[in-house]
């Protein structure tokens, strides 16, 4: 019975970290270049279960799992739907790429391409973060259109002023999810096959009504735990104080 406890507890925490996850997908579901994570579990080591006393072999019955934990937070780097604003300094991108952007902790990269001139000059994030070229970060003239083709090149009334630095990854699962919207990277990639498209917004990969249903499976799930527990907690109470009672 003790087990039986121990079992549904840990079925109990691993449904508190998928309902986190969901509920952060579900926060984000607005988020342009979002990518929305899955809890994936697995279980504990299985024990073998035999019968005994009965014959010279003991007949093997099969496994009994004793509980289950959360493997890890997966990334669906799935492509989410494109968006015109209209926005001559929004862009995304149509395939494969991450933008690079110069933060702090240093270069990281970013699906969301909701870009602003900042009082230098310099496209950046919104969260002033400099979107990163080829040769360093990018400078706008205070005047003229602003023009980008699909390769990323930027150009000012006819005058180039620098290419987007968009990369791609050979191993997406590398990529390790910051805040902000953004991801660090094993090494600095290579040049990606995605193209851009200007005055256009990646909408959030999530699935609203998808994510809504999980939750609630999640929650059942939990509930159900929750009931073993104290199931198993009404059998202890019996064979503590009721088992063996000399009446």
Avoid at 129 to 141: A, H, M, R, S, Y
Wanted: proline share 2%; glycine share 12%; charged share 20%.
């Amino acid at each position: 019975m003790i087990r039986g406890i121990y079992t549904a507890a840990s079925g109990m925490l691993a449904e508190t970290t998928r309902a986190d996850t969901i509920a952060n997908n579900l926060a984000n579901g607005n988020t342009a270049g979002y990518k929305k994570d899955v809890a994936i579990s697995k279980d504990f080591a299985s024990v073998l279960i035999q019968r005994i006393n009965d014959g010279p072999e003991a007949p093997v019955i099969g496994g009994l799992g004793v509980g289950t934990v959360i493997d890890e937070i997966a990334t669906i780097q799935s492509t989410g739907a494109m968006r015109y604003s209209g926005n001559p300094l929004d862009f995304a991108i149509d395939g494969k790429g991450f933008f690079a952007v110069q933060t702090a902790a240093g270069i990281r990269y970013t699906r969301n391409g909701a870009f602003t001139r900042n009082a230098r000059g310099q496209l950046v994030t919104a969260d002033g973060q400099e979107v990163l070229g080829q040769n360093g970060p990018i400078t706008l003239p205070d005047r003229g259109i602003v023009t980008v083709d699909s390769t990323g090149n930027v150009t000012v009334e006819g005058a180039t002023v620098g290419q987007l630095r968009v990369v791609e990854f050979d191993n997406e699962r590398e990529l390790i999810k910051e805040g902000a919207n953004l991801f660090q990277a094993p090494n600095n990639g290579r040049q990606a096959t995605g193209k851009v498209s200007q005055g256009f917004l990646e909408q959030s990969n999530v699935n609203v009504v998808s994510e809504m249903v999980n939750l609630i499976s999640g929650y059942r799930a939990y509930e159900l735990n929750a009931k073993t527990v104290q199931t198993h907690d009404q059998l202890l109470d019996k064979a503590v104080n009721e088992v063996g009672k000399i009446s």
